[in-house]
């Protein structure tokens, strides 16, 4: 069985021919700038949208342990009330 897989070098040359001609050799350097510039802007794009879900798990992480902090002061308010009921009812016998 033959392998019709294509190598990056074949595609890469392949894009080349298809864009002489469409294109002409004179339009080759502006195509290729142009191809860099949208990978640069595309390279910029997913920075910053792996900087704002690091940001956004950032706040849920803290905002989850904000969540259990005010459950853990909940919990002790309840267990000071019970010692305070117990400590009045020893205190009324």
Same mark, same amino acid.
């Given at each position: 069985?033959?392998?019709?897989?294509? @190598?990056?070098?074949? @595609?890469?040359?392949?894009?080349?021919?298809?864009?002489?001609?469409?294109?002409?050799?004179?339009?080759?350097?502006?195509?290729?700038? !142009?191809?860099?510039?949208? @990978?640069?802007?595309?390279?910029?794009?997913?920075?910053?949208?792996?900087?704002?879900?690091?940001?956004?798990?950032?706040?849920? !992480?803290?905002?989850?342990? !904000?969540?259990?902090?005010?459950?853990?002061?909940?919990?002790?308010?309840?267990?000071?009330?019970?010692?305070?009921?117990?400590?009045?009812?020893?205190? !009324?016998?």
């Amino acid at each position: 069985m033959i392998d019709m897989a294509l @190598t990056i070098t074949d @595609t890469a040359i392949l894009l080349i021919v298809v864009i002489l001609l469409f294109f002409g050799a004179s339009k080759l350097p502006e195509v290729f700038r !142009s191809l860099g510039r949208a @990978t640069g802007e595309f390279k910029k794009g997913q920075l910053e949208a792996e900087l704002e879900l690091a940001q956004m798990q950032q706040q849920l !992480s803290q905002q989850n342990k !904000s969540d259990e902090l005010a459950k853990k002061i909940e919990e002790l308010q309840k267990q000071i009330e019970e010692l305070k009921k117990q400590q009045q009812q020893q205190q !009324s016998k």
